[in-house]
């Protein structure tokens, strides 16, 4: 039971943190390159796809959190690679990385495209949709990979302390069966 509620801890609170990378990154790249070709001001190019993006990334994030177990991926790495330390830290956010970036980057290439690129350059038409969001998205890939990479290095140990300190009251205080959670 404790476990379960861990685990549901760690994943809404990593869905949150790649929500807000993946919003942060895409309409940055965006607005960037709006500025650069039309010379738009860079909050009016960037404020509006942040708090969309920010919106859907939350959900997509939070669903994919809940509905995969990075608890057992997690776990299936250690077992399958026998590592530990830096090394297995290093595999460990890769998966997650893995997961995350490409599914939500591809979603919101795609969102972007329809809501912010299409109807401002009517030319395009809808039956570009799927190519110009698909450039989209393999120009932003990379970054937002490298980017969540880094972050989920960063935040997904603090999470993981955090969810056993709330749950486990006695948790990194040396007691008996720490190390079998």
């Given at each position: 039971m404790i476990q379960k509620k861990i685990e549901r801890y760690i994943s809404i609170r990593m869905g949150i943190a790649m929500s807000i990378t993946m919003s942060v990154v895409g309409?940055?790249?965006?607005?960037?390159?709006?500025?650069?070709?039309?010379?738009?001001?860079?909050?009016?190019?960037?404020?509006?796809?942040?708090?969309?993006?920010?919106?859907?990334?939350?959900?997509?994030?939070?669903?994919?959190?809940?509905?995969?177990s990075m608890k057992k991926v997690n776990d299936g790495i250690e077992n399958v690679t026998k590592t530990k330390g830096f090394v297995l830290h290093l595999l460990q956010s890769l998966a997650s990385d893995l997961i995350y970036t490409p599914f939500i980057g591809l979603v919101m290439a795609f969102f972007s495209t329809a809501v912010f690129v299409i109807p401002k350059s009517p030319a395009l038409g809808m039956n570009m949709l799927v190519p110009v969001a698909l450039g989209n998205f393999v120009k932003s890939l990379l970054p937002e990979f490298i980017i969540a990479l880094i972050v989920i290095m960063i935040l997904e140990p603090i999470i993981q302390k955090a969810a056993f300190k709330k749950y486990i009251p006695n948790y990194g205080q040396n007691v008996a069966g720490d190390e079998d959670i």
């Open positions: 309409p940055l790249l965006g607005a960037i390159s709006a500025v650069k070709q039309s010379g738009a001001p860079f909050i009016a190019a960037f404020l509006p796809s942040f708090l969309a993006s920010l919106v859907i990334t939350m959900i997509l994030a939070i669903g994919i959190g809940l509905i995969i």
